[in-house]
């Protein structure tokens, strides 16, 4: 059974590259291995109503030594599946590069083991340049890749197009790289691209749960007026990395996606219980006091919680 | 009683009278004869001696129980149990070289260690009482529970590993609001916040590192629709200023801070404060008179807006019952007690003690003077700092220890005229008040002497 690992940062496409590939393939069985960061499981949800074989690991990076297990008995459980190809998208701030111990694990405990292709990991081109110097999985996603997917490619100018290039070389100077608007790489160019490519050394990865980021999931039961989650949101997103997840308001539910100053909010067809956002912090725990006061200050009265 | 008062007054508006919380932690337990292991470990046990409480010293608000190491033990700290005082810790887990913080998947849950027993003597207590009293569910604070768990040398990674300090404050301040969020489910209106090694931080230090744990703490209590407490131990005199900044409803000190001009300051933010009848010196031992004479005094010469009168802090084991009953008396029905000590006169009734010669000593004694080493947290790291010498220095330095909780030792302490408790003596001189020494400052100072 073939294994692709897709990694990126939080926001970059990583949940919209999966799912047109697995609409536009058809003649590939693919099950898929989620990593969410959060508790609560907003990808899994997304990539569900495709109806294929999904595992969710949710509460941290699958590559810290606490996860590590469920990862592995993931991996295994998948393997006596009838799949062709095992797609694990690990969550944006996992740190991949020793992926081939956990392998050699699985084989170990299975009997039998994955035939790993590669890692494909894909950058947000309007966020890349800073977000690299900052985030050090950023880097350590691109030197493990064998593949770099550069996205939003419209939302970059070519001069910065350039240096996001000539950045990802120096990081990693095997590396093959796509570019796209809205994840538009096929599977099958993917697949070609990678075989025969070598696989980068394994290293001691970096998840360790110290650096796990503020992660908090905000609930509120009844439904929100749009425009004020709307508000709410741009107040917030200052201080997040990531906002994510299902809007239930009075305009109908939305699914939620924000990263750094652009937020979308697109209709869902589905029933949801409750508004459920899975927000990521970029000021550690002073998420909790501004989430509140936020709410408080601006008057709105539905009751959320926020944990 | 009035619940209803106390929570008029943690909203900060007049009441007709001021409110009074008893802290009857392991003391609870000898209301009707179980030790405080049992009442730490046993729901009848706690639950029985807890309605004892109620029934007896008429409480406008208590607390379920006044243990600070539920999470520490979870989290893998080994407890030393104690028959007349809650555990302390004994080991840390995350001691050593290896800058490490506990994993989020180590936050307990509400089946962990045991949160069980608390969980349902909250429910039981809110459903019988909860309507006539405002039931307190106690927290660890984040700063002490990152000592129990890291040991004394979080002190030092305050100094020398900031980012690191700051990262296992966060980390505990998650296990806080999570307890916070099992406790108000279980019925808890007023969530206290007891971080007694406060004191033994720097404020600049607690500005920069942890005011904005602190304030999402009580950001994240109000959310649910609860009180806000933050309790101190030790003199923090000088830290009241930035606790009042992490917006707490109300501050909660010992008798080591003077109430008068705490309040000044607390005040200026509109933050009830609550205190702080002197735990061994009239609650332990004195009589009816000497705590009705200290409650009254107090009461005429504070303004009672924003306040709070309870002990000091968790009142110990063997406190005569007679005495916490005049204090509630004293509060409750405040001019009927005035008649009482009219005619009071305080009697002195501590031993004769003899200090040391400190001009004829062999080598160099340290003392360490503490409320209780073995039960208040401050008390214990001053403790454990002080044991540095002995590591390094062998049987060149002496070493003695004192409690604040027997009639000898008071009186030693009087006779030093030891002003804040935990306090660090060298060679009969005051040395460090509060704030627990570094490993460089004592060993400079003790090279200097040796």
């Known amino acids: ?307 | 009683m009035g619940k209803e008062l106390l929570l008029k007054v943690l909203r900060h508006e007049e009441a007709d009278r001021v409110p009074w919380v008893p802290f009857a932690g392991v003391h609870a337990g000898a209301l009707k004869g179980y030790s405080a292991r049992e009442v730490l470990t046993d729901e009848e046990k706690l639950y029985e001696s807890l309605m004892e409480v109620f029934k007896l010293y008429e409480p406008d608000g208590m607390p379920v129980h006044f243990d600070l190491q539920i999470k520490a033990e979870i989290l893998g700290c080994e407890l030393l149990w104690a028959e007349e005082n809650p555990p302390s810790v004994l080991s840390h887990p995350f001691a050593g070289t290896e800058l490490k913080v506990p994993c989020k998947c180590k936050i307990p849950k509400k089946t962990d260690g045991r949160l069980p027993i608390f969980l349902n003597v909250m429910e039981r207590l809110n459903k019988e009482i909860g309507d006539k009293t405002a039931l307190y569910g106690l927290i660890c604070g984040p700063i002490t529970l990152a000592s129990h768990i890291r040991g004394p040398e979080f002190f030092m990674d305050i100094i020398m590993y900031p980012d690191y300090a700051k990262q296992m404050m966060e980390f505990c301040v998650e296990v806080c609001n999570t307890l916070s969020d099992y406790y108000v489910e279980a019925g808890m209106e007023i969530i206290a916040i007891v971080d007694p090694v406060l004191s033994q931080i720097s404020p600049k230090s607690i500005e920069d590192l942890f005011l904005e744990g602190f304030t999402a703490i009580f950001d994240f209590i109000r959310s649910k629709d609860a009180y806000g407490c933050f309790f101190v131990c030790g003199n923090a005199t000088l830290q009241l200023d930035v606790m009042c900044r992490s917006n707490p409803d109300c501050i909660s000190i010992d008798e080591n801070v003077n109430i008068y001009e705490a309040k000044k300051i607390t005040d200026q933010y509109n933050i009830t404060i609550g205190g702080n009848i002197p735990l061994t010196t009239a609650m332990l031992f004195g009589n009816q008179q000497d705590n009705m004479k200290y409650v009254v005094d107090m009461l005429d010469n504070i303004d009672h807006k924003n306040l709070i009168v309870s002990p000091g802090c968790d009142m110990p084991y063997h406190i005569p019952v007679e005495n916490t009953i005049a204090c509630a008396q004293a509060v409750i029905n405040t001019e009927e007690t005035r008649k009482f000590i009219e005619n009071y006169e305080a009697v002195d009734n501590l031993p004769e003690v003899t200090l040391p010669d400190y001009n004829k000593l062999d080598k160099p004694l340290i003392e360490v003077f503490t409320l209780d080493w073995e039960t208040c947290a401050a008390c214990t790291y001053m403790v454990k700092a002080a044991e540095i010498a002995e590591e390094v220095y062998g049987d060149k330095i002496d070493l003695r220890v004192y409690k604040y909780n027997t009639l000898e030792e008071i009186a030693r302490t009087k006779a030093m005229e030891v002003e804040k408790l935990p306090s660090i003596y060298v060679n009969g001189e005051l040395k460090w008040k509060s704030i627990i020494p570094s490993r460089q400052e004592l060993t400079e100072l003790l090279d200097t002497l040796i």
Request: hydrophobic fraction near 40%; charged fraction near 25%.
């Open chain 1, 1 to 307: 059974m073939k294994l692709l690992l897709l990694t990126g940062f939080l926001g970059a496409g990583k949940t919209t590259l999966l799912k047109k590939w697995l609409k536009e393939t058809q003649s590939f069985r693919i099950g898929v291995l989620m990593n969410e960061f959060g508790d609560m499981g907003i990808d899994g949800r997304l990539i569900e109503e495709n109806g294929l074989t999904l595992l969710e690991i949710s509460g941290g990076s699958v590559f810290c030594a606490c996860l590590k297990e469920d990862y592995i008995l993931g991996l295994i459980s998948l393997l006596s599946r009838d799949l062709d190809l095992v797609i694990v998208e690990s969550s944006g701030m996992s740190d991949p590069s020793n992926m081939e111990t956990v392998l050699t694990t699985v084989k170990e405990q299975a009997g039998k083991g994955y035939d790993y292709l590669g890692a494909v990991s894909i950058v947000d081109a309007r966020y890349f340049l800073e977000q690299q110097k900052v985030i050090v999985a950023i880097n350590r996603q691109i030197a493990y890749s064998n593949i770099v997917v550069v996205n939003k490619i419209d939302l970059q100018t070519e001069e910065n197009l350039k240096k996001i290039e000539k950045s990802i070389h120096e990081i990693n100077p095997k590396s093959c790289i796509f570019y796209s608007e809205y994840g538009n790489v096929a599977l099958p160019e993917i697949l070609n691209a990678i075989s025969g490519r070598p696989i980068p050394d394994a290293e001691e990865s970096i998840n360790t749960p110290e650096n796990r980021l503020k992660t908090g999931v905000l609930t509120c039961e009844k439904p929100i007026p749009k425009t004020d989650f709307m508000s709410f949101v741009d107040a917030i997103k200052p201080y997040t990395y990531r906002i994510k997840g299902f809007l239930k308001s009075d305009k109908g539910n939305f699914e939620v996606s924000s990263v750094g100053t652009l937020s979308h909010y697109r209709h869902w067809p589905e029933n949801i219980d409750k508004t459920e956002v899975v927000i990521i912090s970029s000021v550690g725990i002073k998420i909790v006091s501004l989430v509140h006061r936020t709410w408080k200050e601006m008057g709105l009265k539905a009751p959320i919680e926020f944990k």
